[in-house]
C-alpha cells in the first residue's frame, strides 16, 4: 500500500492586544508590549495592538457599534490568497456564531463606497482598533504570526467594540498580576478601565474569553507568567485561549448589538472534532510511555529546573517534562492511533536548547516512523502556541510520537488538542 504524507507546521506567536487611551492623543494604538513603541506619520502611538480614539474612546459610547452590525472591509492584496482566504473564513465564523437564524447580528462586508470602514493589512504585529473610529478608513494589522484563526478572532471582536478582558474593572477579584515581570511601555496593556468606558454588559469576570491575555503575554522573563488567576478561578480554563469564541463573547457581541441571545451554535471545532485532549493538570490523559525509552517523560507542576517554572495553560498548574536531571537520553510519548486522514496537532512547546530538543513523530503499522518537526538550538526559553497538520491517507492507522533528546536543558509540552482536518 502507497501512503502519501504532507505535513506543515507552523510556529504562531500569541499575539495580544491592548487598548489604551491617553487623553491628549488623537488615537493610541496598543500592540502587543513586544513590539517596540513607535510613532508613524499618522500620529498613532503603537504600544501594542488595539487603537483608541481618545476623544470617543469607549465602547460604551453607542456611536462606536457598526451601524446595523454591519462592517464594511477591504484586505490588503499584499496577503497570499489563503491567507486572505482565512481571514473571511475567520469573518464567517464569528458571524455564524453570533448570528441566529432569523436576523444577521453583525456582518463583514467586502466595502462598496461607505466611508467608515476597515483595512485588513500585513502590519507589525496584530492590532485593531477598539469599535467603530468614526473616520473613515481604520487600519488592522493581522501581521506575521497573527494568521491563526484565534487570533483573527480576537482582533474582530476589538474591531466590533470590545477591550481585553483583564482590562474590567472587576479583574482583580480573579487574577493577580506581576507588574514587576512587565515593561513599562506595556504597563497600560494592564490596566483597569472605569465602567464608564467599558461596559461589561452584566456579563460575568470570564477567563476563558478569547479576549483575556494569557499567563506570559508581554513577560519580560517569559518563564514568569505575568497573570495567574486566583486560586479556584480558572480550573479547567485555559487562559488566553485563541481557539474559539467563548459563550460569553458570543452573548456579548449579541447584547451590544441588540440581537436575540443564542449561543448554542458557537463553531468549536477544536472541541467537537477533537481526538485528544490534555491540559497535563494530573495525568498524561491517553498518552503512553514507549517502555524502551531510556527514561520517562513526567507530569509536575512549579519549576522543572532546566525549563519552565510553570505551565502555559494558567501559569500556575501543571505540564508534561522531560527533565535533564532525570537522565541524559531519549524519552517518548505515544498518542493512540488515528486513521482519521488529516489531523491537526497543537500544542504548546517549551524548549530552552540548544542542547535538548524535542522531535514530534508520525508512524505505523504501515507507516515508517517520519519527524513531521523538530523542535531544537532556539533557545526560546518560553511556551509557544504550535500547529501542525498531517495529512495521512483516511483509513492509515497512525500515532504521533513526542521524543525528547536531552543533554543539557528540559523539554516541555502542554495543552495538547489534536482534531480532525487542517489546523485552522
Ligand atoms: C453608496 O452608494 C449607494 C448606491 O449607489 C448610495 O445610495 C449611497 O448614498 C452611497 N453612499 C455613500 C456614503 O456614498
Ligand atoms: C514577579 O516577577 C519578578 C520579576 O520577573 C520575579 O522576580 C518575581 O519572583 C515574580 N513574583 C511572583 C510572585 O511570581
Ligand atoms: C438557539 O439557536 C439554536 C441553533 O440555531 C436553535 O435551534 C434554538 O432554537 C435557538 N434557541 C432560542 C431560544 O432561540
Ligand atoms: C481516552 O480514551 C478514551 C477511550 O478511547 C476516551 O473515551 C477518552 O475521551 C480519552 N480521553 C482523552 C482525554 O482524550
Ligand atoms: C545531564 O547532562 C547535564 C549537562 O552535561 C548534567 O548537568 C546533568 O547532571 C546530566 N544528568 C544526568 C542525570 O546525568
Known amino acids: 500500500m502507497r501512503c502519501v504524507w504532507t505535513i506543515g507546521i507552523a510556529i504562531i506567536p500569541l499575539c495580544c492586544i491592548l487598548a489604551v487611551p491617553l487623553l491628549d492623543l488623537a488615537e493610541i494604538t496598543a500592540n502587543d508590549g513586544d513590539t517596540s513603541t513607535s510613532v508613524d506619520d499618522t500620529q498613532e502611538i503603537t504600544i501594542g495592538d488595539v487603537i483608541i480614539n481618545a476623544h470617543r474612546n469607549a465602547i460604551s459610547n453607542p456611536n462606536m457599534k457598526w451601524p446595523g452590525g454591519i ?42 463606497n461607505e466611508s467608515n470602514y476597515i483595512r485588513i493589512y500585513p502590519g507589525n504585529g496584530c492590532r485593531a482598533a477598539i469599535g467603530m473610529q468614526n473616520r473613515g478608513r481604520q487600519d488592522i494589522s493581522i501581521g506575521r504570526g ?9 482582533e474582530l471582536i476589538h474591531v466590533l467594540g470590545f477591550w481585553h478582558e483583564h482590562n474590567r474593572a472587576d479583574r482583580d477579584t480573579y487574577i493577580n498580576i506581576n507588574l514587576t515581570n512587565i515593561r513599562d511601555n506595556t504597563k497600560l496593556d494592564f490596566r483597569q478601565v472605569s465602567s464608564a468606558m467599558l461596559n461589561t454588559l452584566n456579563t460575568p469576570y470570564d477567563l476563558g474569553s478569547i479576549m483575556h491575555y494569557g499567563p506570559y503575554t508581554n513577560a519580560i522573563d517569559k518563564t514568569i507568567p505575568v497573570i495567574t488567576p486566583k486560586p479556584g ?15 460569553w463573547d458570543v452573548v456579548r457581541i449579541q447584547r451590544w448589538y ?5 449561543a448554542s451554535h458557537i463553531t468549536r471545532t477544536y472541541l467537537t472534532d477533537s481526538l485528544a485532549r490534555c491540559d497535563f493538570a494530573s495525568s498524561m490523559c491517553n498518552l503512553t510511555h514507549d517502555t524502551t525509552s531510556e527514561f520517562r517523560w513526567t507530569v509536575m507542576e512549579g519549576s522543572s529546573g532546566a525549563g519552565p517554572r510553570a505551565g502555559n495553560t494558567n501559569g500556575a498548574d ?75 491517507p483516511v483509513g492509515a492507522a ?26 485552522i
Not at 146 to 154: F, K, P, Q, S, W
Open 318 to 392: 501543571s505540564f508534561l517534562v522531560a527533565k535533564e536531571t532525570d537522565n541524559n537520553g531519549t524519552a517518548r510519548i505515544l498518542t493512540p492511533f488515528f486513521n482519521v486522514g488529516a489531523i491537526c496537532v497543537n500544542f504548546f512547546v517549551f524548549q530552552r536548547g540548544p542542547f535538548s530538543y524535542l522531535d514530534v513523530m508520525a508512524s505505523g503499522p504501515i507507516i515508517a516512523p517520519v519527524v513531521v518537526q523538530s523542535f531544537q538550538g532556539n533557545n526560546a526559553n518560553e511556551w509557544l502556541p504550535v500547529h501542525v497538520d498531517i495529512n495521512a
Open 398 to 423: 497512525f500515532q504521533i510520537t513526542f521524543e525528547a533528546h536531552l543533554s543539557s536543558g528540559d523539554v516541555a509540552i502542554d495543552d495538547l488538542n489534536i482534531y480532525k482536518g487542517r489546523c
Open 146 to 154: 497573527c494568521e491563526a484563526r484565534g487570533v483573527i478572532l480576537h
Open 233 to 247: 478561578k480558572a480550573v479547567g480554563i485555559q487562559l488566553g485561549q485563541r481557539m474559539a469564541l467563548s459563550t
Open 258 to 262: 441588540g440581537c436575540t441571545e443564542n
Open 71 to 112: 462592517v464594511p472591509y477591504t484586505i490588503s492584496p499584499l496577503y497570499s490568497m489563503d491567507i486572505q482566504n482565512d481571514i473571511v473564513a475567520a469573518m464567517r465564523q464569528l458571524e455564524q456564531d453570533v448570528n441566529d437564524v432569523v436576523r444577521v447580528c453583525v456582518k463583514f462586508r467586502p466595502r462598496t
